[in-house]
């Protein structure tokens, strides 16, 4: 049976009021700030006694919202960690570079000015067409693959067959032929090649470099390869080499050549024997026409050699 007696109900329900804590939860989008505050309950109707009424119908709650003030933090941030304070971030001073003073470009030098005297060595005729004459045979093909003129007599470079490249507007070249036997070409081809430097000390260019070139024949390589050197080497029992070398020893020119000494052998094959006269006959015998053939296809690598040399002599 339910207590109806109004003065416990009171009792209770002031107790009650008095330990009940009510909060109401606001926020303000603006500022970004949300609080809770206490509701505040008109107690007046627990405190005095009022009549019995149906509890399906409880008196309602009045609630109050106190005017509120803004929280603005006044504190500055704090610089403290669990660790210690954290030192003030101040930043380098700028490294401003002196500006370096201009240099104006310099014009690049002008390459030096090439000329080579591109001689052939061998045997006269009849034997231009023998295998110790393949330095003859490899010249005329070079003539004919530049258009240069024809192969001829020139008292300009001494004794022997010239044919100039500045007649076709290539003045860096300029083929010279042997008139003598192989074994004896120094003297003609040193007559030749000081001619050849009078010649070009004698022009207006101010910084021309001659070179002398060498083509023979090579008995140690295979026919048609080519072998390139500088410089004073061992003639291999080359004899046409050694008569060149020792001549430009006795006029005091091989060792300020140096580089500028060029020889460039063209392969003509070697017999299986190694005795002497078997050799002798074969550098002396008729080229083949197969040997012939890979001989005058050697003229494009040479080319590309040549091109090579002037090169490297126009940077040095």
Known sequence: MANSNPARSHQRRRSEAQTQNSYVQYHDPEKGISWAEPVEQDLSILLNPIPVVDSQFPRKQHVKRRPVNPIISTTPPTTERS?????????SPLRIR????????MPPSPARQVRLLIASIGNPPPYHTTRHSAGHLLLKTLAAHMNFPPLSRSKVLGSGSASLGSDRGSPE???????????????????AWKQFNTLHSASPDSDVVTALVILHDELESSIGTIKLRRGETSPKGHNG??????SLKSASMLPSMGDRFIKIGIGIGRPQSREKDDVSAWVLGQATHVERTKIEAAADSVMA????????????
Not at 182 to 187: F, P, Q
Not at 241 to 246: G, L, P, T
């Open 241 to 246: 080499i050694k008569s060149i070398q020792s």
């Open 305 to 316: 050699v040549l091109k090579s040399e002037i090169a490297r002599l126009e940077r040095t």
């Open 98 to 105: 002196k500006p370096r003073p201009f240099a104006p470009a």
């Open 83 to 91: 660790d210690g304070p954290l030192s003030p971030i101040i930043p």
């Open 173 to 191: 070249y300029t083929l010279w032929q042997s008139a003598s036997l192989m074994n004896v070409s120094g003297a003609g081809t040193i007559k």
